[in-house]
């Protein structure tokens, strides 16, 4: 990038959602290119060095008649995504907190439009048409055979029953399953569950590897509501289905089998406002 100074003093928003954190910038003029939102997601996102973020966010003008805004989402380590559950409830404060748009509303993404309610720091959306599940498939890694699951909830997402969470070595495991050849090109994010109990009613714990973070991270929202559809699936929760994050904060997962619709509700966190200066960008 030749130039960088035009992204100094540039306007940015950054929100949280159960440990998942985004930076924001409104770009309904077109002025930032895909290829220098790839740039700045690398840039900015750097943990410490810089605003520090799990990724970047867009705010676009969409093409569909029935959304109020599109967006372009770019992981930390600059490649696009099609959908981010805990980015979209994030959005979606964002835009009826500073006044641009009111709930409920619909915004485009890569994925397929996406449903919204906003009440205050509480944020539901629908996710699109969960697609493509595969149950008990049998998954490779250092000469074991890991009895797996898969669902696109927006993003592709294999779901592993796992007892001893704590002890898990997510980092080496979820690697090898996100690049393996059977979820070759794009890989895939991973997540690990346990299903628990308390005072009678079951939730589940997830710990999840994403895709594009190269890492674990506190928490994802198609993550969970992947976690939450497989068990439902398998018989193994009722609806609507906890999951506890990794971060400690509980989401709440709606399955709607009627329209086949995954809806996730939880808080965001509106952490400041800024701007961008020259040495995040260095």
């Given at each position: 990038?030749?130039?960088?100074?035009?992204?100094?003093?540039?306007?940015?928003?950054?929100?949280?959602?159960?440990?998942?954190?985004?930076?924001?910038?409104?770009?309904?003029?077109?002025?930032?290119?895909?290829?220098?939102?790839?740039?700045?997601?690398?840039?900015?996102?750097?943990?410490?060095?810089?605003?520090?973020?799990?990724?970047?966010?867009?705010?676009?003008?969409?093409?569909?008649?029935?959304?109020?805004?599109?967006?372009?989402?770019?992981?930390?380590?600059?490649?696009?995504a099609e959908m981010c559950g805990n980015g979209a409830r994030c959005v979606a404060r964002l835009v009826e907190e500073i006044g641009l748009f009111k709930s409920p509303f619909y915004f485009e993404t890569k994925a397929g439009l996406i449903y919204a309610e906003v009440?205050?720091?509480?944020?539901?959306?629908?996710?699109?048409e969960p697609k493509d599940l595969q149950i008990n498939l049998s998954i490779r890694i250092n000469q074991q055979n890991f009895v797996s699951h898969f669902v696109n909830t927006g993003v592709p997402h294999v779901v592993i029953f796992w007892d001893k969470l704590e002890?898990?070595?997510?980092?080496?495991?979820?690697?090898?399953?996100?690049?393996?050849?059977?979820?070759?090109?794009?890989?895939?994010?991973?997540?690990?569950?346990?299903?628990?109990?308390?005072?009678?009613?079951?939730?589940?714990?997830?710990?999840?590897?994403?895709?594009?973070?190269?890492?674990?991270?506190?928490?994802?929202?198609?993550?969970?509501?992947?976690?939450?559809?497989?068990?439902?699936?398998?018989?193994?929760?009722?609806?609507?289905?906890?999951?506890?994050?990794?971060?400690?904060?509980?989401?709440?997962?709606?399955?709607?089998?009627?329209?086949?619709?995954?809806?996730?509700?939880?808080?965001?966190?509106?952490?400041?406002?800024?701007?961008?200066?020259?040495?995040?960008?260095?």
């Amino acid at each position: 990038m030749e130039d960088l100074r035009r992204f100094i003093d540039l306007n940015f928003y950054k929100l949280c959602a159960s440990g998942n954190d985004f930076i924001i910038i409104l770009n309904f003029d077109k002025k930032i290119s895909p290829e220098e939102g790839k740039f700045l997601a690398k840039k900015l996102c750097r943990y410490k060095f810089s605003i520090s973020a799990d990724g970047l966010i867009f705010l676009e003008n969409p093409v569909s008649p029935e959304a109020k805004f599109a967006w372009r989402f770019f992981n930390a380590d600059g490649s696009e995504a099609e959908m981010c559950g805990n980015g979209a409830r994030c959005v979606a404060r964002l835009v009826e907190e500073i006044g641009l748009f009111k709930s409920p509303f619909y915004f485009e993404t890569k994925a397929g439009l996406i449903y919204a309610e906003v009440k205050g720091k509480r944020v539901k959306v629908a996710l699109t048409e969960p697609k493509d599940l595969q149950i008990n498939l049998s998954i490779r890694i250092n000469q074991q055979n890991f009895v797996s699951h898969f669902v696109n909830t927006g993003v592709p997402h294999v779901v592993i029953f796992w007892d001893k969470l704590e002890e898990l070595p997510i980092e080496e495991i979820g690697a090898k399953i996100r690049y393996h050849e059977m979820f070759k090109p794009s890989g895939t994010n991973v997540n690990f569950v346990k299903i628990e109990e308390k005072n009678g009613q079951k939730f589940l714990k997830v710990r999840t590897y994403e895709r594009g973070v190269e890492a674990e991270t506190l928490a994802c929202g198609t993550g969970s509501s992947a976690s939450a559809y497989i068990a439902y699936k398998l018989g193994l929760i009722e609806n609507p289905v906890n999951v506890l994050t990794r971060g400690g904060e509980v989401l709440t997962i709606y399955i709607d089998e009627i329209e086949n619709k995954i809806y996730l509700e939880g808080d965001t966190i509106f952490v400041f406002e800024g701007k961008i200066k020259e040495d995040a960008l260095r």
